[in-house]
């Protein structure tokens, strides 16, 4: 009988946190500034920071215009994670206006 019991209020408390995730959470896309890419081979080594961090599903970098948008899955990363990923490969960002 106790086994039973804590096995409905173990499942209870499981369907609780479910349906109590972050509505909010899901894939976001941001435009980073990266003024310092100032060679065809920047841009590599920006992607390849980018990737790194968990949650980026997609990287599309415009050398020409020196952005890079970013597309994640906001539920296991940030803004601020994808900014101190440029930041440590060399290439500081902000976002883009």
Do not use: R
Not at 12 to 40: D, E, F, H, K, N
Not at 57 to 69: C, L, R, S, T, Y
């Amino acid at each position: 009988m106790k086994g039973t019991l804590m096995n409905k209020l173990l499942t209870a408390i499981a369907l609780i946190s479910a349906c109590t995730a972050p509505a909010w959470a899901g894939v976001q896309t941001v435009t980073l500034a990266v003024p310092g890419m100032t060679c065809p081979v920047c841009p590599i080594t920006v992607n390849n920071a980018l990737h790194t961090v968990p949650g980026v599903e997609k990287v599309d970098i415009n050398f020409g215009k020196k952005i890079a948008q970013v597309t994640f899955d906001d539920a296991k990363t940030n803004v601020k994670a994808l900014i101190k990923a440029t930041t440590d490969a060399g290439y500081p960002s902000v976002v883009s206006q």
